[in-house]
């Protein structure tokens, strides 16, 4: 049994992701922005009482923090942190404007880098338990695809992607000593409010073959960038 941290999980993947570890059994802690729009988690806590439902905006440090810190005063250590909320604009070179850049930004690479950092503390670190941070990336964020997939034009969440690509590598690199794996993942196109409903996968679908790649990973494997379907994605 793990103890597992699920970002924005109140809706789409990271909904799907919370539900799926409570059924095989694991703890989760799933964070929610706003009461108001977190219904369905909250009421999942009556029926899972190995969920916990906490409030979180990635974007509010003190909030992080808060967070962090009654894990630790709980004595609480976790094996896995799902870095998975995020938002999109998806405006395009013509029309992006600095503001929903900006606002991207803050949400998909400076949100994930402080939730990680924050994570830190309550983090397993030794050699004998194994703990993994994955961060949900997209093969929009993939530099090398640009030109190769059909979908594009999503300027500031591609470019917002890319650099949670960095982070990805370069804290796998600084928390190697300490046990910790960062991978990044693409759940592939899915159909949440995110994707739209033309997406390629339903949400279990992809959450279904996330969860099957991420059990056929060697503990050891960090630093990569890895799709739904287990294939590695070219940075
Ligand atoms: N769907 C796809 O096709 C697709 C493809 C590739 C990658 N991804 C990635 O997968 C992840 C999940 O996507 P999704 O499709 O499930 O998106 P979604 O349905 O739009 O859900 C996004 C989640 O992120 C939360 N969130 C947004 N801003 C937040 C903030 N400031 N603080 C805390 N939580 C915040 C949302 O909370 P609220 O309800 O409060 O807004 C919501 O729970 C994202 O990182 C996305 O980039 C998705």
């Given at each position: 049994?793990?103890?597992?941290?699920?970002t924005g999980?109140?809706?789409?993947?990271?909904?799907?992701?919370?539900?799926?570890?409570?059924?095989?059994?694991?703890?989760?802690?799933?964070?929610?922005?706003?009461?108001?729009?977190?219904?369905?988690?909250?009421?999942?806590?009556?029926?899972?009482?190995?969920?916990?439902?906490?409030?979180?905006?990635v974007?509010?440090?003190?909030?992080?923090?808060?967070?962090?810190?009654?894990?630790?005063?709980?004595?609480?250590?976790?094996?896995?942190l799902f870095n998975n909320a995020g938002?999109?604009?998806?405006?395009?070179?013509?029309?992006?404007?600095?503001?929903?850049?900006?606002?991207?930004?803050?949400?998909?690479?400076?949100g994930a880098?402080?939730v990680m950092?924050?994570s830190?503390?309550?983090?397993?670190?030794?050699?004998?338990?194994?703990?993994?941070i994955i961060n949900l990336?997209?093969?929009?964020?993939?530099?090398?695809?640009?030109?190769?997939?059909?979908?594009?034009?999503?300027?500031?969440?591609?470019?917002?992607?890319?650099?949670l690509?960095?982070?990805?590598?370069?804290?796998?690199?600084?928390?190697?000593?300490?046990?910790?794996?960062?991978?990044?993942?693409?759940?592939?196109?899915?159909?949440?409010?995110?994707?739209?409903?033309?997406?390629?996968?339903?949400?279990?679908?992809?959450?279904?073959?996330?969860?099957?790649?991420?059990?056929?990973?060697?503990?050891?494997?960090?630093?990569?960038?890895?799709?739904?379907?287990?294939?590695?994605?070219?940075?």
């Open positions: 049994m793990k103890n597992i941290i699920v999980a109140n809706r789409g993947i990271g909904f799907e992701i919370t539900k799926r570890y409570l059924e095989l059994g694991h703890r989760v802690w799933a964070s929610y922005r706003n009461k108001s729009n977190a219904k369905d988690l909250l009421s999942m806590t009556k029926s899972f009482h190995n969920l916990t439902a906490f409030e979180m905006d974007t509010n440090q003190e909030s992080i923090e808060i967070a962090f810190d009654d894990f630790l005063q709980s004595n609480l250590k976790f094996e896995v938002i999109i604009d998806w405006s395009d070179f013509e029309n992006v404007e600095p503001k929903s850049f900006a606002d991207v930004y803050e949400v998909n690479v400076i880098f402080m950092r924050n830190l503390k309550t983090l397993h670190q030794n050699s004998h338990i194994k703990s993994r990336s997209s093969r929009l964020g993939s530099i090398e695809l640009r030109g190769n997939t059909q979908l594009g034009g999503a300027l500031a969440y591609q470019c917002s992607k890319a650099a690509n960095m982070l990805t590598r370069q804290t796998s690199l600084e928390l190697k000593p300490k046990g910790i794996s960062v991978i990044s993942m693409s759940p592939g196109w899915v159909k949440t409010d995110m994707g739209g409903k033309n997406a390629k996968y339903e949400t279990d679908q992809s959450v279904t073959m996330i969860l099957s790649v991420l059990q056929s990973l060697a503990d050891e494997e960090t630093g990569i960038f890895i799709g739904e379907d287990g294939e590695r994605i070219p940075w």
